[in-house]
């Protein structure tokens, strides 16, 4: 079943091919790939993937070779998983990916962690420069919500509103109220003038906001969904006081 579900991803991975003889070839260089890596290690993944980059285009030509790049190289693939969330459009998603593999052509993502200090300087500065040019590509507001996309508990908000069918504009609403309710306890938790009982009692006003926002802008679904798992972790960190799973929802 599991070779079965990779040859159908495989097939729709390279559905921008025509010819079964190319598609072959590929799938016999990845499995030459995966071969060596279980030979020589994880630490030979980088060179590796070059030989194999190489090797793949040499059987392309230049249309099919951004198509491949677009969809089975290391950049396509942590920029799909990392910018999900950004909801961008192909513009946007082809523009960014093309400065993206310029940078790391010449600054593999896995890097092996042996780069000396002048190395590690270097790719630094290069990928401030590399931040600066997907600034001015997006503008102001879009590049915010590129950078916000990366945010893991912006990214978990995001797959929860995904679940109910709902999307970015959903999840930022409620990531900003997190971030609202989260400075709000954190001025209560400190301030020394409240008794135990005042605190405790603000606390749990805030936790009871939060719910209901959450409730409101995601609804049963969504609602259902945060209640999963780790996902309303953060509220304990507030106040970790038991409270009702299934507070009303104000009807709109």
């Known amino acids: 079943m599991k070779t079965r579900k990779r040859a159908n991803e495989f097939d729709l991975m390279t559905d921008f091919l025509d010819d079964e003889g190319k598609k072959a070839q590929i799938l016999?260089?990845?499995?030459?790939?995966n071969d060596k890596v279980t030979i020589l290690g994880e630490g030979s993944v980088p060179k590796l993937l070059k030989?194999?980059?190489?090797?793949?285009?040499?059987?392309?030509?230049?249309?099919?070779?951004?198509?491949?790049?677009?969809r089975m190289s290391m950049t396509g693939n942590i920029m799909r998983n990392q910018l999900a969330?950004?909801?961008?459009?192909?513009?946007?998603?082809?523009?960014?990916?093309?400065?993206?593999?310029?940078?790391?052509?010449?600054?593999?993502?896995?890097?092996?962690?042996?780069?000396?200090?002048?190395?590690?300087?270097?790719?630094?500065?290069?990928?401030?420069?590399?931040q600066e040019q997907i600034k001015q590509t997006l503008g102001a507001q879009r590049y915010a919500d590129y950078e916000l996309a990366q945010n893991?508990?912006?990214?978990?908000?995001?797959?929860?509103?995904?679940?109910?069918?709902?999307?970015?504009?959903?999840?930022?609403?409620?990531?900003?109220?997190?971030?609202?309710?989260?400075?709000?306890?954190a001025r209560i938790q400190n301030d020394q003038s409240l008794t135990p009982e005042q605190r405790g009692q603000a606390l749990g006003g805030i936790r009871q906001e939060a719910e209901r926002t959450i409730h409101t802008v995601l609804?049963?679904?969504g609602?259902?969904?945060f209640n999963r798992g780790a996902n309303n972790r953060w509220l304990d960190a507030i106040n970790?006081?038991?409270?009702?799973?299934?507070?009303?929802?104000?009807?709109?």
């Open 28 to 33: 016999r260089l990845q499995k030459e790939f």
């Open 51 to 70: 030989e194999i980059e190489d090797a793949v285009k040499q059987l392309l030509t230049p249309e099919e070779a951004r198509q491949y790049d677009l």
């Open 85 to 130: 969330a950004f909801e961008p459009s192909e513009q946007e998603f082809l523009s960014v990916f093309d400065l993206r593999k310029a940078f790391d052509v010449q600054f593999h993502p896995m890097d092996p962690g042996e780069a000396t200090a002048a190395e590690r300087a270097e790719r630094g500065e290069a990928w401030q420069r590399l």
């Open 152 to 185: 893991q508990d912006f990214q978990q908000m995001y797959r929860i509103a995904k679940e109910a069918g709902l999307g970015a504009s959903e999840a930022k609403q409620v990531y900003a109220m997190r971030q609202q309710a989260e400075e709000l306890a």
């Open 219 to 221: 609804g049963e679904k």
């Open 223 to 225: 609602w259902d969904q």
């Open 240 to 252: 970790p006081q038991t409270v009702p799973q299934n507070p009303a929802a104000p009807r709109p």
